[in-house]
């Protein structure tokens, strides 16, 4: 089991530049969710290595959202202990959603701010809570667009960009915020498969550059490409952890070869 | 001379006017405690803290269930003759200032409930991503829920304006003077044969008030529907 991994990547000009940074980003201790009697976290343990990309796959309703969105706290644990950065996630509060901030996330739906429009969209984080000056935070909110290939849609609305252009935007948002580790939750399963290409090689860029990333996806291609490790989940319990080359070629469990059987059909 | 032209002799000796401008003013004071109370009020409903969803709960069940005469009969004989509470040496302002809280609590709940359906109107998933890039709950409610939820509640925000701009008849119960139903009960006591021209005097000076205000939110709601 490789459970803390340094990458071989190169370095980053978006890793943080804390002085002394411990080689674990992210690391969950026992980590047990229940949904009222339904038992969605069962013991899982986990180390996000820097700059380690973990893929996580597995079949629906399995665990992984979940999974993510404990990560940042969108979801309470009921038991265990969950650290980013060293630190002990908080209950709630201020200091919560200081420590929520270092962990980038994004969502299958996108979900930027309607209201506000892309370049908006980027530089609120910043400007709010990092109470970084507009005019410096819009800056840099432009260098992110330009990076994501969209700085030309800036003064737009979300619902004016394809649902591909859109999820660039969301990347660039959680990337304003410098955080530690981005989590992507299927982030490609609401496009169209004409834009899917257009968000996993910006996916990909930022694992290239060093970025922490766990990513919930069933591209195998992406996983093949980018991916240190990958894990599956099944019933809330985490079944198999591989490179992606043994486990995409030699699965161990039934439950894992029956879902690759299944997902290579498509 | 004609019926008609009597009519405006005698009616010219009331202040109209002036009094429809009492009305007026009443519903811009209300109004904006209304808006306030009710945002603050809503925004307690969706916070984290048990508590206060309470407090919020409580508040607007009270002032919803409660008739809006019972509110202005306590604003002046419980609050005004009993409790003494006073803001000025002129009771008349007393008066005054004590309906526009009264009808502004009252309305409040009405505000606190639309912009409460509007919230509805607003995906989850907004406020998860304003919580993942660190923002606080009140960064949160602030600058991404209510923005969008005020222009997702826009025409029963209107409804209610609406129907404050003719509830504040109901301060001549809190013993505001010189407003329409008070002008208006007068006019009826010394002009009798003039009634019907009295009723549609004041029906048609609301009608006036009430339709720039209902387009005015079918326009915004439109104007600032946001895109999805
Ligand atoms: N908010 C919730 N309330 C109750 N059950 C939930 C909630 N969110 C997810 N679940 C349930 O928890 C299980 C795991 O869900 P999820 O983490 O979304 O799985 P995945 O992302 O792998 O499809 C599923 O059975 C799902 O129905
Ligand atoms: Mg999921």
Not at chain 2, 75 to 99: C, E, G, N, P
Not at chain 2, 124 to 132: D, H, I, K, V
Not at chain 2, 148 to 158: E, H, L, N, T, V
């Amino acid at each position: 089991m490789s459970g803390i991994e340094t990458s071989d990547k190169g370095a980053s000009d978006i890793e943080p530049s804390n002085e002394e940074l411990s080689d674990v980003v992210a690391e969950l201790r026992h980590v047990e969710k229940y949904f009222g009697s339904l038992h969605v976290l069962k013991d899982i343990n986990l180390t996000v290595g820097r700059g380690e990309v973990l893929v996580v796959i597995g079949p629906s309703g399995s665990g992984k959202s979940t999974l993510c969105r404990t990560i940042n706290r969108l979801e309470p644990i009921d038991s265990g202990e969950i650290l980013v950065e060293g630190k002990l996630l908080p209950q709630e509060g201020k200091e919560l959603a200081r420590l929520r901030a270092d962990v980038g996330m994004v969502f299958q739906s996108f979900n930027l701010f309607a209201h506000k429009t892309i370049l908006d969209n980027v530089a609120l984080g910043p400007r709010k809570a990092r109470k970084i000056p507009r005019a410096e935070a819009e800056a840099e909110a432009l260098e992110l667009l330009d990076r994501v290939g969209i700085k030309d849609q800036a003064n737009k609305l979300p619902a004016q960009l394809s649902g591909g252009q859109q999820q660039r935007a969301a990347i660039a948002r959680a990337l304003a915020m410098h955080p530690a580790l981005m989590l992507f939750d299927e982030p490609t399963s609401a496009l169209d498969p004409e834009m899917i290409t257009e968000v996993l090689d910006v996916m990909v860029s930022l694992a290239t550059q060093g970025m922490t990333m766990v990513v919930v996806t069933h591209e195998m291609g992406f996983a093949r490409k980018a991916a240190d490790r990958v894990i599956f989940m099944s019933d809330g319990e985490i079944l198999e952890e591989a490179t992606p080359e043994v486990f995409f070629t030699a699965p161990t469990t039934d439950r894992a070869k029956d879902f690759l059987a299944k997902i290579l059909q498509h | 001379m004609n019926l008609f032209s009597r009519y405006i002799e005698f009616i010219a000796d009331y202040n109209i006017f002036h009094a429809f401008w009492v009305n007026i003013t009443l519903t811009l004071f209300s109004g904006a405690l209304a808006l306030v109370l009710g945002t603050i009020a809503v925004v307690m409903r969706i916070s984290p803290i048990a508590s206060l969803r309470g407090a919020s709960t409580f508040y607007v069940n009270v002032f919803r269930d409660i008739p809006l005469t019972v509110v202005m009969v306590v604003m002046f004989s419980v609050v005004w003759v009993q409790l003494q509470v006073s803001f000025s040496s002129d009771m008349s302002r007393d008066f005054y200032i004590l309906a526009i809280i009264g009808l502004g609590m009252y309305h409040s709940s009405f505000i606190a409930e639309s912009l409460r359906s509007g919230i509805n109107t607003v995906p989850l998933g907004q406020a998860e991503a304003a919580r993942s890039i660190g923002l606080t709950f009140m960064q949160s409610a602030r600058i991404v829920i209510l923005p969008q939820a005020f222009r997702g509640s826009i025409a029963p925000i209107g409804n209610t304006i609406i129907a404050l701009i003719k509830n504040t008849t109901v301060a001549s119960v809190a013993a505001v003077a010189n407003e329409t139903s008070g002008v208006m009960a007068a006019a009826l006591e010394f002009g009798p044969q003039f009634n019907f021209l009295i009723f549609f005097t004041f029906a048609l000076g609301y009608v006036i008030i009430v339709i720039p205000v209902g387009l005015l939110t079918t326009w915004l709601s439109r104007t600032l529907a946001v895109m999805r």
